[in-house]
């Protein structure tokens, strides 16, 4: 008798990763029963192993780091958004092909809730997580600028993805942070929008921080102080989820089930 179909998170490390919390009661949501597990893989053991997982009963498993960009080289198809973002976070078995996909930049614009065409856009960073939003952001009719600490690291992802550059962080209607600044709950909220170019500078309209903690991040707070509606990374991780959820399954992701799992 066959086991039971399988998905999961390959990452190194990957124990401290929450997918596996926050998809078994989605499986179970959608009566599926399937399992969803930690894959620990070093990365001199990704590629062989991931090729081979199709033909052990898996349907389907979420990379994470440092493996996108070893994900996105060894997939056979690509979506649009991997193949521009140059990462795969969501790898799919089926009909003898891996398909690579990048959720990361939808489950953005699912988080984030808004239409942003005809925005001005200033995204903070200018690695893996920026590429994805620039990207979204860039589709969705956004008018989008990078900056970064160093900046020729952001010349190189906007001469890339065919955005702005910022000189200087400047006062967009939304603005996404995408450095790892502010990952640390304790630090004062004007310290973190300092740490990101952004003292002295009025809060935007909506300010999106992919960073996330056990309440609201420094950055949401100094965005909220000032009157803007703050998003953090949390929901995003769900959307993201969810968004491969329904590539593997073909069904609807019971977003409070993935929600409430995620927090548990
Ligand atoms: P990454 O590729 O390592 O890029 C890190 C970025 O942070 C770079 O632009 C770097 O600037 C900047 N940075 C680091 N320390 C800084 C500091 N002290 N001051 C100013 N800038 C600094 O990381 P990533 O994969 O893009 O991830 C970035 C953050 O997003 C992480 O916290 C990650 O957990 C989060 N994330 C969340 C989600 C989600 O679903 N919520 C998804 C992906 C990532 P330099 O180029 O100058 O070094």
Redo the contacts with the bound molecule.
Sequence with gaps: MPGPTMLGVAGWPVAHSRSPRMFAPALAAAGLDWRYVHLPLAPERFVATARVLGASGYRGINVT?PHKEAAHDLADELSPAAAAIGAVNTLTYGDGAIHGDNT?AG??LD?LGADPAGWRCLV?????????VVWALREAGGEVAVW???AA??AALAADLGVGQAAEPFAADLLV???????DQAVEPGEAAA???LAGLEPPAVLFD???GAGPTPLCRWAEAGGARAV??????VR?GARSFERWTGRPADLDAMRAGFRA
């Design positions: 780091l990361d489950g953005f988080a903070i960073g200018a690695g893996g997580s920026a590429r994805a970064n600490r160093t690291r952001a942070n995408c450095t790892s600044v502010g990952l740490a990101v170019g992919l960073t996330y953090d990374g949390a929901e995003m991780l993201q």
